[in-house]
């Protein structure tokens, strides 16, 4: 089975704090994401990564970065965090080709 | 620009009974994947089922079906027998199939509980 595994389920952070969200996946998947998870709005993507060292920004990257140096790991950097990143942080991954998705099980992030 | 509308916020059905979940799309392509999202209270999101734009038939998983329209753009997921173990926020998604990225659109979700 593909395992997706994001290294908190919570997390709690101050504000202005750089906050590092890490999710490997076991699977050898070339694609990986990250995704933010509010009431209301659903699942709406911040950045994603197709190969090693590569990203591209998906549809909320403002005041987020991204790493993918190992094909295995996503990591999502909020370079100063603010009380309105606090969210749901869901990675998943996804093999070329395979239209489905996996996912990790959630951090779930709180900045005070 | 490519939506999903999943309208129901909130939804329960009695244990055994049937309940239909409702999704619409708008696209402008022709072929692309739609898909039913299962995301129980331990969080962990996993696929229900998946459907083809280019395929007539509708999927069937055991207890879950979807009813596809594709003129009216609207994807529902039957759930038949309905189980505890059903309760779960279900993501109604959409995916382009030409696109090389294959970034999911998802729904707002629907909060489903099944009441004992």
């Known amino acids: 089975d593909v395992k997706v595994t994001q290294s908190s389920r919570y997390l709690v952070k101050r504000t202005g704090e750089k906050v590092f969200l890490e999710c490997v996946q076991d699977m050898d998947h070339e694609n990986m994401f990250w995704y933010r998870q509010d009431p209301g709005l659903g699942l709406r993507l911040i950045y994603f990564s197709y190969d090693v060292k590569m990203k591209e920004k998906g549809d909320i990257p403002e005041g987020y970065s991204v790493s993918r140096e190992k094909k295995e790991r996503f990591s999502l950097i909020l370079e100063s965090a603010s009380t309105n990143q606090t969210s749901m942080y869901l990675c998943?991954?996804?093999?070329?080709?395979?239209?489905?998705?996996?996912f990790g099980q959630g951090t779930r992030l709180t900045v005070v | 620009a490519q939506t999903v509308t999943q309208s129901q916020p909130e939804m329960s059905v009695q244990e055994a009974e049937t309940v239909t979940l409702s999704c619409t799309y708008d696209?402008?392509?022709?072929?692309?994947?739609l898909f039913w999202y299962k995301q129980p209270p331990s969080r962990q999101m996993i696929l229900v089922i998946r459907?083809?734009?280019?395929?007539?038939q509708n999927a069937t998983e055991n207890r879950f079906s979807v009813n596809f329209q594709k003129a009216a753009k609207s994807f529902s997921l039957k759930i038949s027998d309905s189980q505890l173990g059903d309760t779960a926020m279900y993501f109604c998604?959409?995916?382009?199939?030409?696109?090389?990225?294959?970034?999911?659109?998802f729904g707002t979700g629907t909060r489903l509980k099944v009441l004992a």
């Open positions: 998604a959409f995916i382009e199939s030409g696109s090389g990225t294959y970034k999911y659109i």
């Open positions: 998943a991954s996804r093999k070329t080709g395979d239209t489905e998705a996996f």
């Open positions: 459907q083809e734009a280019y395929k007539q």
């Open positions: 696209t402008s392509e022709s072929n692309y994947y």
